[in-house]
């Protein structure tokens, strides 16, 4: 495969090297994986307009590699169960055991995973999930589905205290 892009390479500036300088070029680019070569092929492709040298090639797999690199990294960001890749996980805070509030409210924290790492050092830190894995939803959602469901059992208790059926 290696060979093959090489070939095309070589065939998008017209050029039919010598055994020894294709030699060169392959020895060079067969340390890298095809997918990577493919994508060298595309990128030289766009972007030169003469045969590049082997050193140019290098700068070239350099970017496209970094490149990989950052696209790698956004796709953890994604995958993430806790912060969606948003990097900011809900935590939710109780009446009960916050004076400040008589409903459940949520504050953000700053999630562990890379995304989390983004954002403002001074937001506390996520520590450990409050809720279990449940069905499909994603933490985010489930933080919202108990908050709603707490403060709904919050206000049947507050509307039996005040019509006096305590
Ligand atoms: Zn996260």
């Given at each position: 495969?290696?060979?093959?892009y090489l070939?095309r390479i070589?065939?998008?500036?017209?050029?039919?090297?010598?055994?020894?300088?294709?030699?060169?070029?392959?020895?060079?680019?067969?340390?890298?994986?095809?997918?990577?070569?493919?994508?060298?092929?595309?990128?030289?492709?766009?972007?030169?307009?003469?045969?590049?040298?082997?050193?140019?090639?290098?700068?070239?797999?350099?970017?496209?590699?970094?490149?990989?690199?950052?696209?790698?990294?956004?796709?953890?960001?994604?995958?993430?169960?806790?912060?969606?890749?948003?990097?900011?996980v809900p935590?939710?805070?109780?009446?009960?055991?916050?004076?400040?509030?008589?409903?459940?409210?949520?504050?953000?924290?700053?999630?562990?995973?890379?995304?989390?790492?983004?954002?403002?050092?001074?937001?506390?830190?996520?520590?450990?999930?409050?809720?279990?894995?449940?069905?499909?939803?994603?933490?985010?959602?489930?933080?919202?589905?108990?908050?709603?469901?707490?403060?709904?059992?919050?206000?049947?208790?507050?509307?039996?205290?005040?019509?006096?059926?305590?």
């Open positions: 495969m290696v060979e093959h070939k070589f065939a998008l500036f017209h050029r039919s090297p010598n055994k020894a300088t294709f030699e060169e070029y392959l020895n060079y680019l067969e340390e890298y994986d095809d997918n990577l070569v493919m994508k060298l092929f595309y990128y030289v492709r766009d972007n030169h307009t003469a045969m590049p040298s082997v050193a140019q090639l290098k700068k070239n797999l350099n970017t496209l590699k970094s490149r990989q690199t950052f696209n790698a990294a956004r796709q953890e960001h994604e995958d993430c169960y806790f912060c969606v890749g948003v990097g900011l935590y939710l805070l109780s009446p009960k055991s916050d004076a400040r509030i008589t409903r459940y409210t949520q504050t953000m924290q700053r999630c562990k995973c890379s995304a989390g790492q983004e954002h403002d050092q001074r937001i506390p830190l996520h520590q450990k999930p409050q809720f279990e894995i449940e069905g499909d939803l994603s933490y985010p959602i489930l933080v919202q589905v108990k908050m709603n469901k707490f403060n709904r059992k919050l206000n049947a208790v507050t509307a039996k205290a005040q019509s006096g059926a305590i």
